[in-house]
C-alpha cells in the first residue's frame, strides 16, 4: 500500500516563507507526476504546481515568481518552497503522485497566512 506523508505546514506573517514535503512510502515505482494542490475555504481544490519526471514544472499564475516545486526521486519526496506568501495562499495543501496505473493523494497540511 503506497501512502504519502506531508509536513511543514503551519501559521506565518505575510511575506513569510514555508518548505512543504511530502514522502512516498510503500510499493510505488516509476513515478511520473509529482505535484501539489490546495483548497481554500469555500473554494474548488486547484493545482498549484507540477513536477514531471522529465524534469519539467509547471506553476499556477497565482504563485509563479514565489513557489517553487523540487523533488527528489532516490527519496521519492516532492517539496514545495513558498516565499513571499499572502493571506490569499491560506489553504490545506495536499500532494499527489501519480505513477501509470494510479494516483495517490497526501492527507493534506494547513498552512495559514496571517495579515
Known amino acids: 500500500q503506497v501512502q504519502l506523508v506531508e509536513s511543514g505546514g503551519g501559521m506565518v506573517q505575510a511575506g513569510g516563507s514555508l518548505r512543504l514535503s511530502c514522502a512516498a512510502s510503500?510499493?510505488?515505482?516509476?513515478?511520473?507526476?509529482m505535484a501539489w494542490y490546495r483548497q481554500a475555504p469555500g473554494k474548488q481544490r486547484e493545482l498549484v504546481a507540477v513536477?514531471?519526471?522529465?524534469?519539467?514544472?509547471n506553476y499556477a499564475d497565482s504563485v509563479k515568481g514565489r513557489f517553487t516545486i523540487s523533488r527528489d526521486n532516490t527519496k521519492n519526496t516532492v517539496y514545495l518552497q513558498m516565499n513571499s506568501l499572502e493571506p490569499e495562499d491560506t489553504a490545506v495543501y495536499y500532494c499527489?503522485?501519480?505513477?501509470?496505473?494510479?494516483?495517490?493523494w497526501g492527507q493534506g497540511t494547513l498552512v495559514t497566512v496571517s495579515s
Open positions: 510503500g510499493s510505488i515505482f516509476n513515478i511520473n507526476a
Open positions: 499527489k503522485v501519480s505513477t501509470r496505473y494510479l494516483a495517490v
Open positions: 513536477s514531471s519526471s522529465g524534469g519539467s514544472t
